[in-house]
């Protein structure tokens, strides 16, 4: 029962697949993968906007959207119907393009943001026996077609021939860019203990469990740093709030989106959700042991479950984010990713491979948190207004 | 010659081509992310999966980026140009069809092309890191030193200078 | 035609492109372009013989090509920015016009 649960999708796409003659069978079997995909992250996506609606409006002590319902009918549904709505109205909004823009690029840029981030899903392991394609290079695949997107934002900042989509194009690729560096760092930690670039190998690395404690990474202290690091470098690679100056709404009013209207922003929207929804399943997969389960006596619940709920749970962070921190300036931001993170992505490799090589017990606990713990502690106070180990003095409080 | 093999030299050609005539710069530039694009697929096409991926990774998600920012930073002090060639493009023209045709006739005359194929090959990352730290590691070392003077060296180069009148 | 022959070509007609764009066009970017162009030719051809040749375990190509890519990524840079160096001085982008050794 538990197992045939767990295999549902696995067994029901054998089936689908069984019913075509033999020669199409692959072709079936790619194309009945693909649209699956697409089809439950598409709604994902729909719930996801409802939900973070609702959620930046508890933050701010309101009701967020909760009359919109099923159509047609007087059922609201507690607000969940919002998404029709929205996509709807995105679909018959009229579409123009300004006069001056260069049209071919103006209406690729949507395209070319989409459709990377989309094939970053290919290698997340999604459940036992679900990940669509097993590369020998998973993460490496991850990170180079995610790097695809940035390319995107210039086409669009550019090709609308406006200062405020140039600028904000500039500031979203600077950004892109200098936060690629750490989260790609804090991969390599965890690539380098799990001994392979390999998604499966990464989750299987972190099945086992050392007495009531899961074997993920996220339980030692360098992944601890490591998962921190990567959660924010994400953040900001998704140039979601407290990151998104470029898309600021009350600076530069949308930033490289400006000129797009309708569909081509209901797009770029979705692109960047779908760029949340593979960032958090990243997360699960390298830090949080993707599908398995935290204890033994949890496993009746299916892997594929473990696994969307540790990516809503990212998703879930970063709604909460973005209702609670104020924006960074775009100065503030790239000195924290390249005097910070950088470097303590660094140290949590140093302790990583410090971790590898002492024995198990409570001294590389120890040796292992002072390590990461202390240059976090000496880089943190060093950097602010460069006062050393002094008493932290608030300038407006008491 | 395979359809996959033949799309993948017509995107990459095409995408090539492009990058050196078109008159836009910016146009050139997402050119050539199309011929980056095409040759991370013929890599892959040989089985150098680590390979074709950091292909994407470094010439996609950087390289391209660093001529957009450049063609960017180095717009606007000029009058639009007319010409796009220069005065003495036949020349340059005559010089890269004779060593195209010099190399279509080693490749058409030479033995070691007609050999067929072996079978599978396998690089596995595990290899190719155990390879770089082991037989290359001098490579590898010597490799991060010039990527350490070559990162200082562009900042030195395009930072503005402080107090100098231009 | 042996597929170790079509991408031998295939790497040969880049590489010629890049060539035309190196020796013809106005602009220094360009010519970076084409220079990038030849490298990648340069690429594709040690990859196709990595795979084609003998001792394709010794993994030779392969890693031959990681620094090459690496290498070619920090010229880009440095050439760049020597690139927006001259165009602060010059005010100009078009090799044609920078013929003074005299700064």
């Known amino acids: 029962m538990v197992n045939g649960l767990d295999q549902l999708f696995v067994n029901l796409k054998h089936a689908l697949v069984g019913l075509f003659p033999a020669p199409v069978q692959p072709w079936v079997s790619v194309g ?79 395209l070319a943001m989409l459709v990377p981030l989309t094939l970053t899903f290919a290698v997340l392991p999604y459940g036992r026996n679900m990940l669509p394609l097993d590369l020998d290079t998973g993460v490496l695949y991850f990170f180079a077609v995610g790097a695809g997107a940035e390319l995107a934002v210039f086409m669009a900042g550019w090709s609308s021939r406006n200062k405020y989509s140039l600028f904000g194009a500039m500031r979203a690729i600077a950004q892109m860019i200098s936060y690629e560096v750490p989260l790609i760092l804090s991969a390599v930690a965890v690539v380098m203990m799990a001994g392979s670039l390999s998604t499966r190998r990464i989750v299987e690395a972190q099945l086992g469990h050392a007495g009531w404690l899961p074997d993920w990474f996220v339980f030692t202290p360098w992944g601890l ?154 880089l943190g106070r060093g950097l602010l207004e460069r006062k050393g180990l002094g008493r932290r003095v608030y300038r407006f409080a008491e | 010659m395979t359809i996959s093999f033949l799309i993948i030299a017509v995107v990459t050609l095409a995408g090539a081509i492009a990058a050196v005539t078109l008159r836009n710069l910016v146009h050139c530039a997402l050119a050539l992310v199309g011929a980056f694009a095409g040759l991370a697929a013929a890599f892959l096409q040989l089985d150098a999966q680590f390979v074709g991926f950091a292909q994407v990774l470094i010439y996609i998600g950087a390289v391209a980026i660093l001529v957009l920012f450049a063609v960017l930073l180095t717009r606007g002090g000029e009058p639009p140009q007319p010409q796009t060639f220069s005065w003495s493009w036949p020349w ?75 | 035609m042996t597929p170790l022959a079509g991408y031998v070509l295939l790497a040969a007609l880049l590489f010629s492109v890049g060539l035309v764009g190196a020796l013809t066009r106005r602009n220094a970017i360009v010519v970076l372009i084409g220079i990038e162009l030849m490298l990648n030719a340069a690429n594709l051809n040690f990859i196709a013989f990595w795979r084609f040749g003998e001792h394709p375990e010794a993994l030779t190509g392969i890693l031959f090509v990681l620094f090459s890519i690496g290498v070619a990524a920090a010229e880009a840079a440095v050439g760049l920015a020597l690139v927006i160096a001259i165009y602060r001085h010059y005010r100009t982008a078009n090799v044609d016009e920078m013929d003074a050794l005299k700064g």
């Open chain 1, 32 to 110: 009945v993968t693909a649209v699956a995909i697409v089809l439950v992250f598409a709604t994902l996506f729909a719930i996801t906007t409802v939900l973070e609606r609702k959620g930046l409006g508890r933050i701010q002590n309101r009701y967020g959207p909760n009359r919109v319902g099923l159509p047609f009918t007087q059922l609201r549904l507690f607000g969940f119907g919002q998404p029709i709505a929205d996509g709807i109205k995105a679909l018959i909004k009229e579409d123009f393009v300004p006069a001056r823009a260069d049209r071919v690029v103006h209406f690729l840029a949507p």
């Open chain 1, 225 to 378: 740093a490591g998962f921190l690091i990567f959660i924010t470098a994400a953040t900001a690679e998704s140039n979601r709030s407290p990151f998104d100056l470029p898309e600021g709404e009350s600076e530069i009013v949308a930033g490289y989106f400006l000129e797009y209207s309708g569909f081509k922003f209901a797009i770029f929207f979705m692109a960047e959700y779908f760029g949340m929804f593979a960032a958090g399943g990243m997360a699960a997969t390298l830090f949080l042991g993707g599908y398995g389960a935290p204890a033994p006596w949890l496993e009746w619940i299916p892997s594929w479950a473990w696994f969307f709920a540790k990516m809503m749970g990212f998703i879930f962070l970063l709604i909460w984010l973005r209702g609670t921190l104020p924006r960074l300036r775009q100065d503030q931001l790239m000195n924290f990713a390249w005097k910070f993170m950088l470097p303590l992505a660094l140290v949590s490799l140093g302790a990583a491979a410090l971790w590898h090589y002492m024995a198990p017990g409570l001294a590389r606990w120890v040796v292992c948190t002072v390590a990461v713990a202390g240059p976090y502690l000496l």
């Open chain 2, 92 to 166: 340059g023209l005559a010089v890269a069809l004779a060593v195209l045709g010099m190399l279509a006739w080693a490749i058409a005359g030479s033995v070691a092309t007609r050999r067929q194929p072996a079978a599978q090959v396998e690089a596995t990352t595990k290899q190719i890191g155990d390879a770089l730290m082991t037989r290359f590691v001098l490579p590898l070392e010597v490799a991060g030193l010039l990527f350490t003077v070559a990162l200082i060296g562009a900042v030195l180069v395009a930072m503005r200078e402080e107090g100098k009148s231009e």
